[in-house]
């Protein structure tokens, strides 16, 4: 599989695999289903993976860390995130998670982008993932706690990198215009940006793409289904859109695209995941697995051939802009006085 190298940091493979389901994102799934994912995108030559002590309050972390205990470490990348401290809270171990896992509620989320709650969370996720180190730490989410951590939160981050605790450091969220502030204000070296540059939303687009190939940022894109709506050949009548039934407009426009792609011989998935890698900021898409079966999928999507053609005709029907042409990223970040 093609890797995509950032400025400054580690390899990225072009797919990488997020790790939320292995979480039990929405439901639950088994230890054999999630090794099998992890195993089966090894195989098809996945070497990114990336997590967080969000998903399944550390489960994902867990089942992540003891699927890769036998590849070599210098053979892969991991990313995990920092922001949401999992506390212990054995009052309500008895209840369900109401993150959106299906785990039981041993732990409580708080929100900490102080230098300790980021320390401690770092070292949290290195113990549930069995390593003496992470490749890319990102601040997760950070939409309600930009003070702390457009200061604190990103300093210590970057302390982190220049010590060589990690490789490179970034923020993902949901969003595009915070992260754009993070690229424009911040020493990163990645945003991972879900959701907001896919064939249905191309906000990314206006000024955070731009911006982050402008200074050497790379740009990891997920959620490039919007979480659903996109992730098979015809939209279904129920589809999710970020998560919530998608209104009739967006499903109907995604039917739209379907057409397109059906005329070129391009399932609307295959499209989902092509499109984000055209544009020279991107470094990687990632996609989530339950099993082997979704594994070897995403490969499989990664790998068809989407003809230049299908572009065109998105962009001549007003469906997705045209990124033909954008010159390549910077080959080395601007110094610390040049982003200034």
């Known amino acids: 599989m093609l890797s995509r190298t950032l400025a400054r940091g580690p390899r990225l493979t072009q797919l990488g695999l997020g790790a939320a389901q292995l979480g039990n994102l929405a439901r639950e799934i088994s230890d054999t289903d999630a090794q099998g994912a992890v195993d089966a995108a090894w195989d098809g030559g996945v070497r990114y993976f990336d997590t967080a002590p969000h998903y399944g309050l550390g489960l994902s972390e867990r089942r992540l860390g003891a699927a890769l205990a036998r590849r070599p470490r210098d053979e892969y990348t991991v990313s995990t995130k920092v ?74 981050l970057v302390d982190l990198r220049d010590q060589g605790v990690v490789k490179a450091v970034g923020v993902g969220m949901n969003q595009a215009a915070m992260l754009t502030e993070f690229v424009r204000r911040s020493d990163v070296d990645l945003v991972m940006v879900a959701g907001r540059h896919t064939l249905l939303d191309q906000s990314a687009q206006e000024e955070l793409l731009p911006l982050a190939r402008e200074r050497g940022v790379g740009v990891v894109a997920a959620a490039v289904y919007n979480s659903g709506v996109l992730a098979a050949d015809r939209p279904p009548a129920q589809a999710t859109y970020d998560y919530l039934p998608a209104p009739a407009e967006l499903i109907a426009r995604a039917g739209a695209l379907a057409d397109v792609c059906e005329r070129h011989g391009v399932t609307l998935p295959e499209a989902a995941v092509a499109h984000p890698l055209r544009h020279p900021a991107v470094v990687s898409v990632v996609l989530g697995a339950r099993d082997a079966r979704q594994s070897r999928t995403n490969a499989e999507r990664l790998a068809a051939r989407v003809p230049d053609a299908l572009w065109t005709e998105l962009a001549d029907l007003g469906l997705v802009p045209d990124t033909t042409g954008i010159p390549d990223a910077p080959s080395a970040p601007p110094t610390a006085r040049e982003r200034s």
């Open 83 to 156: 922001g949401r401290l999992l506390v212990p809270s054995p009052g309500t171990a008895h209840r369900q998670d109401d993150g959106g896992f299906a785990v039981p509620a041993a732990f409580r989320r708080e929100w900490d982008f102080s230098r300790d709650g980021i320390l401690r969370s770092l070292e949290g996720s290195l113990t549930r993932l069995g390593l003496d180190h992470v490749d890319i730490v990102y601040l997760h989410d950070p939409d309600d706690h930009w003070p702390q951590a457009a200061t604190t939160g990103v300093d210590t």
